[in-house]
């Protein structure tokens, strides 16, 4: 049986099958039994379907540079410097999903990049402030601070972050050493 495409005022398209001897471009609406409306045939592109599924659109701006931001709704408007778009089209969908992956990837890596210098900073002057402390340790002090600091330096996970707060060196190794 052939499936014709049927519109409903409420409860909107349809899909109905009509054989040849019974079909008429006016039905009764299917979705419920209760509603009695009655839905015309109306003919949709094909770009609209997957399988027997209607694939809604999607709506974004995009600005020059090609950054794009999902819209909250198809009747909002475009930001200031960014165009309106739409698909509708699986592979235009699954190419628009690509790029926001893509660009959040991007986005992540810049802030990526911001904190490992945020970190690299803040060690480096946690070392020199242990080196100018190290001057008034006993010898056996500077020998376990160094020991510390080199074992610092080979295991990142040795220092930990609270708020905007590092904690790692000489006195991390201590509480380590205390749990075994």
């Known amino acids: 049986m052939p499936t014709y495409d049927f519109e409903c005022p409420v409860h909107g398209v349809f899909e109905a099958f ?9 039905i009764e609406c299917t ?3 209760d509603c009695g409306q009655i839905a015309e045939q109306i003919i949709l592109p094909r770009r609209m379907r997957l399988g027997n599924a209607y694939l809604p659109e999607i709506t974004y701006f995009e600005d020059a540079s ?3 931001i999902l819209a909250g709704s198809s009747n909002d408007t475009a930001p200031n410097g ?7 089209l699986l592979n235009e969908q699954r190419k628009l999903s690509s790029r926001l992956d893509s660009q959040d990837r991007r986005l992540f890596n ?8 945020y970190l690299s900073q803040e060690i480096s002057e946690q070392h020199r402030e242990m080196r100018g402390m190290m001057e008034n340790y006993s010898e056996i002090a500077k020998d376990y601070a160094r020991m510390a600091m080199e074992k610092n330096n ?10 905007d707060k590092l904690n790692f060196g000489f006195l991390k190794v201590l509480e380590m050493d205390d749990r075994g």
Do not use: C, N
């Open 66 to 68: 090609g950054h794009v």
């Open 18 to 26: 009509r054989t040849l001897d019974t079909f008429s471009d006016k």
């Open 110 to 117: 810049e802030m990526m990049a911001g904190e490992q210098a």
């Open 154 to 163: 080979k295991e990142s996970s040795i220092w930990d972050r609270s708020g």
């Open 31 to 33: 979705v419920d039994p």
């Open 82 to 88: 960014y165009v309106k778009k739409a698909t509708g």
